[in-house]
Nanobody, 126 residues
Framework: QVQLVESGGGLVQAGGSLRLSCAAS????????MGWFRQAPGKEREFVAA????????YYADSVKGRFTISRDNAKNTVYLQMNSLKPEDTAVYYC???????????????????WGQGTQVTVSS
């Protein structure tokens, strides 16, 4: 079992930055690939970024590539999402998710992730 708790959301002006954190419980964090997803009002939850268990592989949605960076610290059981050059269309609830995997192939599919956090709100004003 893995429990995930996101933090770091808030209100920021367009062009600003935020760093989201996701703290995981359990001693097997390094056995999980991690992902960030987001859900805007009235829209489906969508993939944002993913990182392999070692941190050696990452993958991004086209909409955030070059602006967002996913990273992890296995010693701290934490995954991060650094968000720069934020746009109003980035406004959403951001969720972290864990998928049991020690491979290098990453997935963007929600149903392949086993555990989810409760989400943190990010609001970008224009």
């Amino acid at each position: 079992q893995v429990q995930l708790v996101e933090s770091g959301g808030g209100l920021v002006q367009a062009g600003g930055s935020l760093r989201l954190s996701c703290a995981a419980s359990g001693r097997t964090f390094s056995s999980y690939a991690m992902g960030w997803f987001r859900q805007a009002p009235g829209k489906e939850r969508e993939f944002v970024a993913a990182i392999s268990w070692s941190g050696g592989s990452t993958y991004y949605a086209d909409s955030v590539k070059g602006r967002f960076t996913i990273s992890r610290d296995n010693a701290k059981n934490t995954v991060y999402l650094q968000m720069n050059s934020l746009k109003p269309e980035d406004t959403a609830v951001y969720y972290c998710a864990a998928k049991s995997s020690r491979g290098v192939v990453l997935t963007t599919k929600r149903y392949e992730y086993n555990y989810w956090g409760q989400g943190t709100q990010v609001t970008v004003s224009s």
